[in-house]
């Protein structure tokens, strides 16, 4: 069946940090990928999307490339803020059987001042 | 335009007893999902409603049930509570038509404690 699988966290960065967090995926056909973010307390959010390989999902300084050779959907982002601080999940949706997302287990970021 | 709501915030119940919880999409969405976030786990999903029929279930036993309106509204029913269901249900909405889900909005969820 389908499967997302994260780096284990939590991530600590220093602000102004670089941040990855890797995220690859198993599935059939051509999924869609996504990020997602729970801030504390709060539900989850799109952060970033990519539909197709190649494809690169952007938003708020975030960005993930779709590598369809690697199975992989890696986000980075070039300098971390502490307001960044929050639960990321990598999700996948297939265009066949079951519509809904699939998650990974999330990565948390903790970035200090 | 409201976002994906949910109710109650926070649920106490005692093992054995049953909850329902509730759901609101964003208006002029049709399809409803429902996940379980219980701690350290992630997200797990458990059911698809569309167009006011059961689409798909996540590996949950039969006690997790739920409905949808015809207003699109949805609820999730647990029955016979453990203390394992403890956790964040989080429903989302998305979009009607088409064969995936581009993006799906999810509500602030409902905080389970069982007892």
């Known amino acids: 069946g389908d499967s997302v699988t994260q780096m284990e966290g939590p991530v600590t960065l220093s602000e102004e940090a670089f941040l990855t967090i890797n995220c690859t995926y198993t599935?059939?056909?051509?999924?869609?990928l996504f990020w997602y973010v729970q801030y504390p307390g709060e539900g989850l959010q799109l952060l970033l999307k990519a539909t197709k390989a190649d494809d690169k999902g952007s938003n708020k300084g975030f960005e993930a490339t779709y590598r369809k050779e690697t199975t992989s959907f890696h986000l980075e982002k070039g300098s971390v803020q502490v307001s960044d601080s929050a639960v990321y999940f990598c999700a996948l949706s297939r265009d066949t059987g079951r519509r809904a997302l699939t998650f990974g287990s999330g990565t948390r970021l903790q970035v200090q001042p | 335009e409201a976002g994906v709501t949910q109710s109650p915030t926070h649920l106490i119940k005692t093992r054995g007893q049953q909850a329902t919880l509730r759901c609101s999409p964003i208006s002029g969405h049709t399809s409803v999902y429902w996940y379980q976030q219980a701690l350290g786990l992630g997200l797990q999903f458990l059911l698809w409603y569309d167009e006011g029929e059961e689409r798909n279930r996540g590996n949950f036993p039969p006690r997790f049930s739920g409905r949808q309106f015809p207003n699109y509204s949805s609820e999730l029913n647990v029955n016979a509570l453990e203390l394992e269901d403890s956790a964040l249900y989080l429903c989302?909405?998305?979009?009607?038509?088409?064969?995936?889900?581009?993006?799906?909005?999810f509500g602030q969820g409902t905080r389970l404690t069982v007892v």
């Open positions: 989302a909405s998305s979009l009607p038509g088409g064969r995936i889900v581009l993006e799906a909005f």
């Open positions: 599935a059939t056909g051509y999924p869609s």
